[in-house]
């Protein structure tokens, strides 16, 4: 079946300038996390969706990230007023339900954003 | 909060080498413990995954079990290939919390 995927793949934006960034979990996974990989900071938690709602959005480093999840599916992280320590690979991942069981979490191939 | 400490890198052996890439957690509870692994362009994947005390996670030649003794979970395999160069990240979660990552290994495989 179809895995998660990303949009857009890469992204070239100027310093100042909001961009949108697309997940598209697996299908039927209510589950679904956003994470941010940098060479100086390594994997970071951004935010978790359960369903449409976001019980932990602890890893935002801002308040010009936000992200929101519609219909229980794709979701959007935005990122308003670029900086350049923005740049890095913007990862989603989705799991199934969750509660106190742990399931994998599968990840899409990342959306690489570079602000100039 | 809890952690995943793991193995400096990067780590370069000779083709059919025994590899062992160290990690460590620090957690409240019992957590489930994961490695990942990121192929050259490729994103991360799941490499194996154990999630209770004494389990042993193995798939493609590689080990690692949970050791909730020595809050350990070290990743091994007796002969490794070139085709294993890539990044390999220790992680743990709790429930359907955040997976909480290790700072990553870069291993390289010389034939």
């Known amino acids: 079946g179809a895995g998660v995927s990303q949009s857009p793949s890469n992204k070239v934006t100027e310093k100042g300038k909001d961009v949108e960034l697309r997940c598209d979990p697996i299908?039927?996974?209510?589950?679904l996390y956003w994470y941010r990989q940098s060479l100086g900071q390594g994997l970071e938690f951004l935010i978790y969706f359960q369903g449409n709602s976001a019980p932990d959005k602890s890893g935002l480093p801002s308040d010009r990230f936000s992200a929101e999840r519609t219909g229980g599916s794709v979701s959007t992280l935005t990122i308003q007023r670029t900086q350049q320590e923005d740049s890095a690979v913007y990862l989603c991942a989705s799991s199934l339900a969750g509660g106190s069981r742990t399931y994998e979490q599968y990840f899409g191939p990342g959306t690489r954003l570079t602000v100039t | 909060g809890n952690s995943v400490t793991q193995m400096e890198g990067p780590v370069t052996l000779s083709e059919e080498a025994f590899l062992t890439i160290n990690c460590t957690y620090t957690a409240t509870g019992y957590p489930s413990l994961f490695w990942y692994v990121q192929y050259p362009g490729e994103g991360l994947q799941l490499l194996l995954k154990a999630t209770k005390a004494d389990d042993k996670g193995s798939n493609k030649g590689f080990e690692a079990t949970y050791r909730k003794e020595t809050t350990s979970f070290h990743l091994e395999k007796g002969s490794v290939q070139v085709s294993d160069s890539a990044v390999y990240f220790c992680a743990l979660v709790q429930g359907a919390q955040k997976l909480v990552f290790g700072q990553g290994t870069r291993l390289t495989i010389n034939p």
């Open positions: 299908s039927g996974h209510t589950a």
